[in-house]
């Protein structure tokens, strides 16, 4: 469709005019200097194709490259004989976009898992790419590639969204990794919460990956597997907290003068101290026989907080609260030491590590100091919050 300025006449007085656009078929010319009538422009609606229609046509006229759905009415196949049997091939899909416009998708160069699915009825995207003898040439697969990199590129910032990407190359200064049929770039820096050891690991490997921004001299959308684990953090310290007496195993990413940093549970990173390296491994340290990705395993001595975790060799933490509840039973009369007096009361050690309240209303008039010795009565216990409320007896 085209769109024609013309004159229209509104009544009797030749005078009485106006000027309007209106749309007709492409090769169609109507004389700017006739003035036609309101009747005339009726009869011109005919031709008028609806709003989205109309804009399909124009972009098909003018051959762009666009996306927009439609429904496969036709789909050819022929016959070959593959190994002395007879089989068909469907070659090409005739899809409808329009009342008045259709495409045709080359099904020979469509990739065989979008065609083994493809069937007659079936509403499809596909990217228009070009125009040749008034036929149009689309693609599907071509659209959901399309589809696809405007999904990751619209991700770009956002730290609730992650893709499964392949590594498929390194080249200078970081990988290819192959998202979703798109390929993205990912610098070296980013392929780990620490530095590399050894780059070619990640080739062929699938790692969750985040987009960050968009690369100019790449022309492509650079993505970050460093930004996923980052995410991880919180919760895998949660975990770590809930089974701190576990045995880890993971790799050595350096060492300095005060002990050896560890990598572990894909996105933590915690230090063992000197003091707290094993015989074997401190052997190995002070003839600086320990390298980057070195296996080394551990417990988790201290969580001071994400970015600082305190390792060790020694053996799994020793936990003064394991069995408490068992030890101290509500109701149960016990002997302890005063070692604190606050406004809410006096705090009482039962035992080294294990200490109670007193609250302040319990204590009446009684006048208790800091190392006097009580003799005080269970009320209840509670290990996970490492509390224990008592009386005096």
Same mark, same amino acid.
């Given at each position: 469709?085209?769109?024609? &300025? $013309?004159?229209? %006449? !509104?009544?009797?007085?030749?005078?009485?005019?106006?000027? *309007? #656009?209106? +749309?007709?078929?492409?090769?169609?010319?109507?004389?700017?200097?006739?003035?036609?009538?309101?009747?005339?422009?009726?009869?011109?609606?005919?031709?008028?194709?609806?709003?989205?229609?109309?804009?399909?046509?124009?972009?098909?006229?003018?051959?762009?490259?666009?996306?927009?759905?439609?429904?496969?009415?036709?789909?050819?196949?022929?016959?070959?004989?593959?190994?002395?049997?007879?089989?068909?091939?469907?070659?090409?899909?005739?899809?409808?976009?329009?009342?008045?416009?259709?495409?045709?998708?080359?099904?020979?160069?469509?990739?065989? &898992? $979008?065609?083994? %699915? !493809?069937?007659?009825?079936?509403?499809?995207?596909?990217? *228009? #790419?070009? +125009?040749?003898?008034?036929?149009?040439?689309?693609?599907?697969?071509?659209?959901?590639?399309?589809?696809?990199?405007?999904?990751?590129?619209?991700?770009?910032?956002?730290?609730?969204?992650?893709?499964?990407?392949?590594?498929?190359?390194?080249?200078?200064?970081?990988?290819?990794?192959?998202?979703?049929?798109?390929?993205?770039?990912?610098?070296?820096?980013?392929?780990?919460?620490?530095?590399?050891?050894?780059?070619?690991?990640?080739?062929?490997?699938?790692?969750?990956?985040?987009?960050?921004?968009?690369?100019?001299?790449?022309?492509?959308?650079?993505?970050?597997?460093?930004?996923?684990?980052?995410?991880?953090?919180?919760?895998?310290?949660?975990?770590?907290?809930?089974?701190?007496?576990?045995?880890?195993?993971?790799?050595?990413?350096?060492?300095?003068?005060?002990?050896?940093?560890?990598?572990?549970?894909?996105?933590?990173?915690?230090?063992?101290?000197?003091?707290?390296?094993?015989?074997?491994?401190?052997?190995?340290?002070?003839?600086?026989?320990?390298?980057?990705?070195?296996?080394?395993?551990?417990?988790?001595?201290?969580?001071?907080?994400?970015?600082?975790?305190?390792?060790?060799?020694?053996?799994?933490?020793?936990?003064?609260?394991?069995?408490?509840?068992?030890?101290?039973?509500?109701?149960?009369?016990?002997?302890?030491?005063?070692?604190?007096?606050?406004?809410?009361?006096?705090?009482?050690?039962?035992?080294?590590?294990?200490?109670?309240?007193?609250?302040?209303?319990?204590?009446?008039?009684?006048?208790?100091?800091?190392?006097?010795?009580?003799?005080?009565?269970?009320?209840?216990?509670?290990?996970?919050?490492?509390?224990?409320?008592?009386?005096?007896?």
């Amino acid at each position: 469709m085209i769109e024609q &300025e $013309i004159t229209i %006449q !509104l009544s009797d007085d030749p005078f009485d005019t106006k000027t *309007v #656009k209106v +749309q007709v078929p492409k090769g169609t010319k109507l004389l700017s200097n006739k003035t036609y009538t309101a009747e005339d422009i009726e009869a011109f609606k005919m031709y008028q194709l609806a709003d989205d229609e109309a804009d399909s046509l124009q972009k098909a006229e003018k051959a762009n490259n666009y996306i927009t759905q439609g429904e496969i009415v036709h789909i050819k196949k022929i016959k070959q004989i593959i190994d002395d049997v007879e089989v068909e091939t469907k070659v090409e899909a005739l899809i409808d976009i329009s009342q008045k416009n259709t495409a045709v998708c080359l099904l020979t160069k469509e990739p065989k &898992e $979008i065609v083994d %699915q !493809l069937e007659v009825g079936m509403s499809v995207d596909i990217k *228009v #790419k070009r +125009q040749s003898k008034g036929v149009l040439y689309a693609s599907i697969a071509d659209a959901l590639e399309e589809v696809k990199r405007n999904e990751i590129y619209a991700a770009i910032g956002d730290k609730t969204v992650g893709f499964k990407g392949y590594v498929k190359e390194l080249i200078h200064g970081g990988y290819w990794v192959e998202v979703g049929g798109i390929q993205c770039f990912m610098p070296g820096s980013l392929g780990g919460l620490n530095k590399l050891y050894d780059f070619n690991a990640l080739v062929g490997k699938e790692l969750i990956v985040m987009p960050i921004t968009y690369s100019n001299e790449k022309q492509t959308i650079v993505v970050s597997h460093r930004e996923y684990l980052r995410t991880m953090i919180p919760s895998t310290i949660e975990s770590l907290r809930e089974n701190i007496k576990e045995h880890i195993t993971g790799f050595v990413t350096g060492t300095t003068k005060f002990g050896i940093f560890a990598e572990f549970n894909e996105c933590l990173t915690g230090l063992i101290p000197k003091n707290e390296i094993d015989e074997e491994t401190l052997a190995k340290f002070e003839n600086r026989e320990i390298k980057p990705g070195d296996e080394i395993s551990f417990w988790t001595k201290e969580i001071i907080s994400e970015k600082k975790i305190i390792l060790s060799q020694q053996g799994p933490k020793i936990d003064l609260w394991d069995g408490a509840e068992e030890k101290y039973k509500p109701m149960m009369v016990a002997e302890g030491k005063v070692t604190k007096v606050t406004k809410y009361g006096a705090f009482v050690e039962l035992e080294k590590g294990i200490s109670g309240l007193i609250h302040r209303t319990k204590l009446k008039d009684t006048n208790v100091a800091k190392g006097d010795r009580l003799q005080v009565k269970i009320q209840s216990i509670n290990t996970a919050d490492r509390k224990i409320t008592m009386n005096l007896v």
